[in-house]
T-cell receptor, first 113, second 114 residues
Framework: DAKTTQPPSMDCAEGRAANLPCNHS???????VYWYRQIHSQGPQYIIH???NNETNEMASLIITEDRKSSTLILPHATLRDTAVYYC??????????????FGDGTTLTVKP | DGGITQSPKYLFRKEGQNVTLSCEQN?????MYWYRQDPGQGLRLIYY???????QKGDIAEGYSVSREKKESFPLTVTSAQKNPTAFYLC?????????????FGPGTRLTVL
């Protein structure tokens, strides 16, 4: 599975949009981009995923570049409760190796009042 | 409520003892996973299972063992062969189907070996 690169940390003002970038330049055609977040000492929480089209749900938006080599997670109106570590991973659609997805160190997002 | 449960939340063991961590899911998911997380680091895959009675090694399987006798359960045993067992252990499950393979995580078990 392709590896991802994320900045180690970012700050965002409360109420503003948080834009978290992820580089996945070696992504292959059948790999999805997934985003999770982890609040301290809890299990990671699924946020959103996509293949090549932009996606939006009640939590966030995912923008994937046309060449699929990078993506951006957008939290439209960040709150203090969005302070967490955000993980971008790439993951194949289900096959015999689908279980092996690599979580890097993620981006620590700190939302400030 | 549907979800994944891990017990206990905190676990203490003496060095040299085997310990088994519990993971149960009632989501009717086929696939289950175990990850290890060390302080300030990401998740590393220990073992995963895509179907009952079958499982595969992840990136750091040495010193660990698993079983998958029931769809709902995927216990992880940390053996005395694991050199640095103190860590946060996370279990996850997914449907294991094409286009529907989102992983859902349990609350984790923090293991401390004294």
């Amino acid at each position: 599975d392709a590896k991802t690169t994320q900045p180690p940390s970012m700050d965002c003002a409360e109420g503003r949009a948080a834009n978290l970038p992820c580089n996945h330049s070696t992504i292959s055609g059948n790999e999805y981009v997934y985003w999770y977040r982890q609040i301290h000492s809890q299990g990671p929480q699924y946020i959103i995923h996509g293949l090549k089209n932009n996606e939006t749900n009640e939590m966030a938006s995912l923008i994937i570049t046309e060449d699929r080599k990078s993506s951006t997670l957008i939290l439209p109106h960040a709150t203090l409760r969005d302070t967490a570590v955000y993980y971008c991973i790439v993951r194949r659609s289900y096959n015999t190796n689908a279980g092996k997805s690599t979580f890097g160190d993620g981006t620590t997002l700190t939302v400030k009042p | 409520d549907g979800g994944i449960t891990q017990s206990p939340k905190y676990l203490f063991r003496k060095e040299g003892q085997n310990v088994t961590l519990s993971c149960e899911q009632n989501l009717n998911h086929d696939a289950m996973y175990w990850y290890r997380q060390d302080p300030g680091q990401g998740l590393r895959l220990i073992y995963y299972s895509q179907i009952v009675n079958d499982f595969q090694k992840g990136d750091i399987a040495e010193g660990y063992s698993v079983s998958r006798e029931k769809k709902e359960s995927f216990p992880l045993t940390v053996t005395s062969a694991q050199k640095n067992p103190t860590a946060f252990y996370l279990c996850a499950s997914s449907k294991g189907q094409i286009n529907q393979d989102t992983q859902y995580f349990g609350p984790g078990t923090r293991l401390t070996v004294l």
